[in-house]
């Protein structure tokens, strides 16, 4: 087993909580209940169209970047909580191995928990269209990348993490991007529905960011995040 | 083992010498002392911990203020009264936190940024969270691994089975016992062989028997030329880990040396001894008239602890007492050649 395994596995099963697989669970629930209704609703209804409206407001606005929150926040935050990291912290490894497994363990976990639940409800609300379901497999993938590098770095910057991530979802991500429209560019759910939209190729496209750049920007939002993140082991007390 | 050498920190250091004493609010610790020959090294050469002019704030609060000292292999105990910047010390030594001025080396180099040496540092921290849902082997394997050691699993179950647990108990730590968890604790701390040790209340949580046996393990470590640095409040299990004491109070650094030659520099403080004589109350009596002792507690029929402030003259003085009452005296001691006698003298200004 290398340092990277070791420390992937313990950050794996650190995060496998009850409390988190009902969360989990919860958000599955009510998704593909709701893609059900949207699936019984009436024939004329443009169900690709509603089906990314519904996936982009209670997917990715807020299934994805919650459960992100909750299972990367704690990967580190709950060892600074607890007072335990100094046993990682205190071996001969380079903090960006820390950085890093936290990371991808947090969207190794999170990409599944929220990939399957939401491209099954797009197959379902979009009356089977495989290339709607693909587009928001394939944006929650993202935006999941993005939001557990922030989420992982948040668990080292702040205290109640948690708190101040729900903040962020709610107040930046949610409600000064509908405010304000420029904003809207700044935020990991303006990349997310872009790439869904753009893949699944329902308009209107104008004005969205482009598919490279919506890769490129979460996958630059998520590895900066890995960076910060080793700055902050390297810079913050222990314990 | 890697070698190591100690750079010398270029910043100004105390004068080196085998007892260091001072009060609390006084640094360097050595004014209490004539000047140390001037061909003796500081820090010593065989120093694998050296702490030079540290001070840490937080804040408005001075936690530890200019405390310089340098230990060797053996058995040290860094010992202190709550609020006395031992753990800020320990932190600071063991890397985890930044002295906010002053150098720190340990086993060859600095904790805080060069990772070489935080891999020489064995370090128990106070804190009793072991990775809670873990087995305790998987959490000794794991420092096994991020220590780069080969068949970690083989080290994790030689470390376990040093400190009498069973490798394979399949239970999660979390449910552990307290004394359990601390076991678990200083297996990971072992398990690479460090060079240094750095522990904070071992024996919290472990029973009579453990204790002996962590205090014999330690002592062993101290003998084949480990550096033992143990944090600790319970000051005669101190004194069973050897006499190589580091006292802080107030942040500062109060003495450090062997605790039975700081009490022998102690001379201008009271000493307090033992009389077992027959007559006692007329001994007493007459010892207190005579000038020769500040005070006197008739503790028995036959026993009374006097508190005297010139040793040379009591004992002439309690010998004729006793002649000439026809007293049997049957013993003379001293009360105050202990750890705890030497610990309240150098924090008293603290309490």
């Keep these: 087993m290398s340092k990277f395994q070791g420390l992937f596995k313990l950050f794996s099963r650190h995060q496998m909580t009850t409390g988190r697989l009902v969360l989990i669970g919860g958000f599955a629930f009510v998704l593909l209940s709701a893609a059900l209704a949207i699936n019984r609703s009436p024939e004329d209804l443009d169900r690709s169209r509603s089906a990314l409206d519904f996936l982009e407001g209670m997917g990715l606005g807020l299934a994805v970047p919650i459960i992100a929150l909750v299972l990367a926040s704690s990967t580190l935050g709950d060892l600074v909580e607890d007072e335990t990291l100094v046993y990682l912290w205190h071996r001969p490894s380079p903090r960006w191995m820390i950085a890093l497994s936290a990371w991808l363990s947090s969207t190794a976990v999170t990409v599944p928990a929220t990939v399957i639940p939401l491209g099954l409800s797009a197959l379902l609300a979009s009356g089977g269209s495989v290339r709607v379901a693909v587009a928001v497999a394939a944006a929650s993938t993202l935006a999941a990348v993005a939001y557990c590098g922030l989420f992982t770095l948040a668990g080292v910057m702040v205290r109640k993490p948690l708190v101040w991530g729900l903040l962020y979802v709610f107040i930046w991500e949610t409600l000064l991007t509908a405010l304000f429209g420029g904003l809207g560019r700044l935020s990991i759910r303006s990349y997310a529905a872009a790439l869904s939209n753009r893949l699944a190729g329902v308009g209107p496209l104008q004005g969205l960011h482009s598919v490279p750049a919506s890769i490129i920007a979460c996958l630059l939002i998520g590895l900066g995040c890995v960076g910060l993140t080793t700055w902050r082991l390297n810079k913050m007390d222990i314990a | ?351």
């Design chain 2, 1 to 351: 083992m890697v070698p190591t050498t100690i750079p010398t920190p270029a910043a100004a250091a105390p004068a080196a010498s085998s007892v260091q004493v001072g009060p609390a609010t006084a640094q360097p610790a050595s004014s209490a002392l004539p000047p140390p020959p001037s061909q003796v090294q500081w820090p010593p050469a065989n120093a694998t911990i050296v702490a030079n002019m540290v001070t840490r704030s937080f804040g408005e609060l001075v936690a530890v203020s200019g405390v310089s000292f340098a230990v060797q292999p053996g058995v040290s105990a860094l010992l202190g009264p709550n609020g006395a910047g031992k753990s800020t010390m320990l932190r600071m030594l063991s890397g985890q936190i930044a002295p906010t001025s002053g150098e720190i080396w340990v086993a060859g180099g600095n904790p805080r940024t060069d990772q070489a040496a935080r891999g020489r540092i064995g370090l128990v921290p106070q804190q009793d969270g072991v990775f809670d849902r873990e087995m305790s082997l998987a959490v000794v394997k794991l420092a096994a691994v991020l220590s780069d050691l080969d068949e970690p699993e083989a080290r994790a179950r030689w470390a376990l089975n040093l400190v009498e647990m069973d490798p394979d108990l399949n239970r999660p730590v979390g449910t552990f016992s307290k004394g359990m968890r601390q076991r678990v604790k200083i297996a990971q701390a072992l398990v690479h062989d460090p060079l240094v040790f750095m522990m904070d209340e071992p024996l919290n949580g472990l029973d009579p028997r453990q204790r002996k046996q962590m205090v014999e393990l330690f002592q062993h470590l101290g003998s084949i030329g480990k550096t033992v640095l143990i944090s600790s409040h319970v000051l005669d299990e101190v004194e069973r880990f050897g006499s190589h004491v580091i006292v802080m109070a107030k942040g500062r650094l109060a003495a450090q040396g062997d605790f039975h030659a700081i009490r022998r520099l102690m001379d201008n403080q009271p000493l307090r001894v033992r009389i077992e004589a027959t007559q006692i109350q007329i001994v007493g009596a007459e010892l207190i008239r005579s000038g020769a002792v500040l005070g006197c507690t008739i503790t028995s029929h036959n026993q009374a602890n006097v508190t005297t402030s010139d040793i040379v003259r009591f004992r002439r003085v309690v010998a004729k007492i006793c002649q000439q009452h026809n007293s049997r005296l049957s013993e003379l001691a001293p009360l105050d050649d202990d750890l705890e006698s030497v610990f309240r003298y150098l924090t008293g200004a603290s309490q």
